[in-house]
């Protein structure tokens, strides 16, 4: 046996690219999401240092007697700290200033007791943005005792600096981060959603080109996920059109052998007709008792062999749908009936008035005229036919006062050779009226049936309906 191969769609278009272009894109916009805050946290962090080191540099005032020390030894301690000065103010205490040099400019101004989140990025962000050439006003407590509150004044520079190493040593292992745990995420998708996805579209391209083969038949599955649930059902599907495909060529096959035949039958048939109208106008008694079973058996057949050729000609009945009213169509169903019962008609239309819709006239009577025989055949003495308009469809009920249908015929009802409820019927009759409202966009439904009688529905759609 040839396995197929389907042509997969290139790499780039694939569903496992997708997947994997997701996967790192996501992951990157979470990493971004991170990065910000960690950018504010670091900026946050070297102020707050060089706010130690300022601390620090400035006990060297403290230790002489005249809170002063050399012009060399503070630019020392200046360059320790990185600063152009320092300031330092205790409680109950004055304020101690190291300044080398005074700044040119001061361009901005930062106190870290007021900075909040968005703020610290924000801050972050400009920094990285800008030139590095911006001088620095920063104010906040001392690392080393929270009661102390430092002020240096600094340049941006070195911070931007900084800032920009740190930031792109988190993006390059944000990089990394997305890339491997898109790895991981896309081999998982890929073992048990691409794969699996394959497999199915590779069993539904083997089984399209040959549906009755039954060994393309999709393999079920013990996962319980999604996959094994579609996988089962996919098998379960294909098993039924197989079957289905099998029935309809036998169907196919039967209907081919009927057609071939059943014009010479008629042609029998119609002979045995003829001979039986002339015994029964024989004057003969025992001619004439039998004549009428006769000439009834001869009919059934013929009807037989009409419905047959119906039931297995190909395709959908063509609907020729016009304008008629309903009332008349069911006056001209009931001439064909028995005479009446009990002075009334035994097909009674229970429609006020004129009832206009629009369908294909000759099979709405074929249909109607199929449920009546039926229910009189049946033993039914009246069948009533109502009618009433929906938002989106039309409905015509068909009621009759017999004793009901047999369990055995409600279950086949509308299935071929096996829904009649008539001793010697073929169940023809109802598949081809189901067949003949559907053809129209409707249906033809057991509404119910009890020992009171029997009702059918039928189902046309509204558009179909004049206003």
Known sequence: MTVTKIRLPPLAKSLSAKLLLLTIAFVMLAEVLIFAPSVGRFRLTYLQNRLGDAHLAILALEATPDNMVSEELGRELLSHVGAYTVALTEPNAGKLILMASKPERLDASFDLREMNFFALIGSALRTMLGDGTRILRVVGPSPNDPNILVEIVLDEAELRTLIIGYGNRILALSFGISLFTAALVYLSLHLLMVRPMRRLTESMARFHENPEDGSRIAVPTTRQDEIGLARRE???????????????????????????????????????????????????????????????????????????????????PRVEPRRFDLVELVGDVGKDLPEKVNGEPALRCLIDGAFELEADQEQLHRVLSNLTLNSIGAGAAHVDVTAQRGEDQIVVYVTDDGSGLPPRARENLFAPFAGSARPGGTGLGLAIARELMRAHGGDLRLESSTAEGTRFKLILPRSGAAS
């Not at 098998?235 to 059943?262: E, F, P, Y």
């Not at 058996?297 to 037989?304: E, G, M, P, S, Y």
Request: glycine fraction near 4%; proline fraction near 2%; aromatic fraction near 2%.
């Open 234 to 316: 996919l098998a379960n599907m294909q098993q039924g059109l197989r079957d289905a495909l099998q029935q309809r060529a036998h169907l196919a096959a039967l209907g081919t052998a009927v057609t071939k035949i059943n014009h010479d039958l008629r042609n029998i048939l119609t002979t045995a007709r003829l001979i039986s109208d002339r015994l029964a106008a024989s004057g003969d008694p025992e001619v004439q008792r039998i004549a009428p079973a006769l000439v009834s058996a001869i009919d059934r057949a013929v009807n037989l062999c009409a419905q047959t050729l119906d039931f297995t000609r190909q395709g959908a």
